[in-house]
């Protein structure tokens, strides 16, 4: 990959009207460009200004990633808003639900209120401790990405004596669990 250093002024990449240049570094790859500028950061003011550097990273690809969005309920602005209007009605209907049962409005608006507040807390800590108990947090779904792709890339890196090996050791180790279960070789 060949880089090389050109010298720009910082306002074409930062956007501002600094005439200082500094140096760019521009990389071609195969069908992806990288462009990295390092730029010093304007100094706020007051006594406590330090000369800190700012990079900017711009990446440009041929390739078009095909976006996939989550279709679960929740996880989109229509659905977000069906939520905040159905815990409004709700609160609406409890409130004159309590009011026609002979409650006093203020004391309905305080029930209400808990009601509604100790609903949504619950409900959320119980989401919390469900994806806790079966395993589905965001760190645990990307260390199990992360391990399926490294033994995928180890997988193509093989060659193909080294996967009829791989191959072999596995049927011996499926036949020796099945014998030791005193069951017939699986095949």
């Known amino acids: 990959m060949a880089t090389v250093m050109l ?9 501002n009207a600094s005439t200082r240049r500094s140096p760019l570094a521009f990389s071609s790859g195969s069908s992806t460009r990288a462009l990295r500028a390092v730029a010093p950061r304007p100094a706020p003011a007051g006594p406590t200004s ?6 900017l990273v711009v990446r440009a ?10 279709k679960e309920f929740g996880y989109s602005r229509k659905d977000v808003i069906l939520i905040g209007v159905g815990l409004i009605a709700l609160g609406y ?12 409005p203020g004391m309905a608006g305080n029930w209400v209120q808990l009601i ?28 199990e990405q992360y391990e399926e792709a490294v033994m995928r890339k180890r997988v193509e890196e093989m060659t193909e004596a080294e996967l009829e ?6 049927d011996t180790d499926k ?8 069951g017939a070789p699986q095949q």
């Open 93 to 104: 209907a409890l409130y004159y639900g309590l009011q026609a049962g002979g409650m006093e």
């Open 7 to 15: 010298s720009k002024p910082c306002a074409v990449l930062l956007g």
């Open 175 to 182: 036949q020796r669990k099945s014998a030791a279960r005193g």
């Open 61 to 70: 690809s041929n390739e078009e990633k095909q976006v996939v969005y989550n």
């Open 116 to 143: 509604i507040f100790m609903g949504i807390c619950v409900g959320w800590v119980s989401t919390y401790i469900f994806r806790v108990a079966t395993k589905q947090m965001t760190y645990v779904k990307q260390l």
């Open 165 to 170: 090996q791989l191959a072999t050791e596995v």
């Open 50 to 55: 330090s000369g800190r550097a700012v990079a």
